[in-house]
């Protein structure tokens, strides 16, 4: 079946540096790819998403690209602020409703 | 309201005991879902609702699983005879259809004893 993987956590940075988190998706179709972000305390919220092949996402600096042929959709974000600090995770929807998630990684930026 | 509330926040149930978490939509979402999200994992899907119909339960684990929706609104996950196994985050989403954005709740953390 779909699944996802993303690196594991915790990634710890200091502020401003450059954020790469990896996410490979396996899919039988042309699935919808998306970044949730889980602040502490609260709840997912959709940081970006990707739609079809070559698409960038983008959202409050980060960015994402769909590319189908290494089937990744890995995270980005040019100077990072210690109020990035949250689980992200990375997730697809395929021909149905569903969402199938990776594990989640947890970001922790050191001022 | 303004986004999707779940109740309570917390509960934490002895082995063997009923528990019901309630879920209110954002107002006018078609679409609802139910996730179990373990510690340190990614959410897993439950159920699947569209107004008050259960479209898809095929992530319920077990038949002590029961999700609601009567009007096609509020929804209740309702655990009979906790299990341990059964301690989680549930969540609740909802959007204005199956393929549009999912709002999501801050979510329940049931911890069974």
């Known amino acids: 079946g779909d699944s996802v993987t993303q690196m594991e956590g915790p990634v710890t940075l200091s502020e401003e540096a450059f954020l790469t988190i990896n996410c490979t998706y396996t899919?039988?179709?042309?699935?919808?790819l998306f970044w949730y972000v889980q602040y502490p305390g609260e709840g997912l919220q959709l940081l970006l998403k990707?739609?079809?092949a070559d698409d960038k996402g983008s959202n409050k600096g980060f960015e994402a690209t769909y590319r189908k042929e290494t089937t990744s959709f890995h995270l980005e974000k040019g100077s990072v602020q210690v109020s990035d600090s949250a689980v992200y995770f990375c997730?697809?929807?395929?021909?149905?409703?569903?969402?199938?998630w990776g594990a989640g990684t947890k970001l922790i930026i050191k001022p | 309201g303004a986004g999707v509330s779940q109740s309570p926040r917390y509960k934490v149930a002895k082995r063997g005991q009923d528990v019901a978490l309630r879920c209110d939509p954002i107002?006018?979402?078609?679409?609802l879902f139910w996730y179990q999200q373990a510690l340190g994992q990614g959410p897993e899907f439950l159920t699947y609702?569209?107004?008050?119909?259960?479209?898809?339960k095929s992530g319920l684990p077990s038949d002590r699983f029961f999700a609601e929706r009567p009007e096609g609104s509020v929804s209740t996950l309702k655990i009979q005879r906790t299990q341990q196994e059964d301690s989680a985050v549930y969540l609740c989403?909802?959007?204005?259809?199956?393929?549009?954005?999912?709002?999501f709740g801050q979510g329940t953390r049931l911890t069974v004893v």
């Open positions: 989403a909802s959007s204005l259809d199956g393929n549009t954005e999912a709002f």
């Open positions: 107002s006018g979402h078609v679409s």
């Open positions: 609702f569209q107004n008050e119909a259960q479209l898809d």
């Open positions: 899919a039988t179709g042309y699935p919808s």
């Open positions: 990707a739609t079809k």
């Open positions: 997730a697809l929807r395929d021909s149905n409703y569903q969402l199938i």
